[in-house]
């Protein structure tokens, strides 16, 4: 009977790891910025980069005021929920996908692309460029978040 109600425990337990677990990778996702707030950045972004060469820069300016928009629909739906801790210890992955995604801006801003096809296939490649880094920098730095929670709360 005992190592029935041991192995009942033992379940009992690895439940409730798996179950906080969950909630840990639930309130990191919810506590910052969406995904669909980072796609909206990256596809303004990847608009102004691409038109950069052919519209002038008045265009450009009002092209990139189409953030201000977001960022006050950021600020209002994330001003009531948990705020993130900061990382203590966290990775040098993050940062890394970070600097990649500013040497890929660097070299598509030496891309001049003027005809419609060059402007649509830059438009393409930064966007899916960008979404790719951009969106593994966020997922490195909620799995660090995670893990950092893990470790003190350890």
Known sequence: MTGEQERIDKLTAAELLVTADRASHTMVSTGGSTRVVLLVYVLIGSTVL??????????????????IPVLLVQFFSTRNRVKARPVLDGSAIYGWYS???????????????????????KWI??????????????????????????????
Request: glycine share 2%; hydrophobic share 60%; charged share 15%.
């Open 50 to 67: 691409s038109l950069a060469d052919v519209i002038s820069g008045t265009a450009i300016l009002w092209l990139a005021a189409l953030i």
């Open 99 to 121: 600097f990649m995604a500013m040497i890929a801006i660097f070299c598509l801003r030496m891309w001049t692309a003027v005809d419609p096809w060059a402007i649509g296939s």
């Open 125 to 154: 490649i930064s966007c899916f460029v960008m979404w790719h880094l951009l969106s593994a920098a966020q997922r490195s730095l909620d799995k660090d978040r995670v893990q950092d929670a893990q470790e003190r709360a350890a």
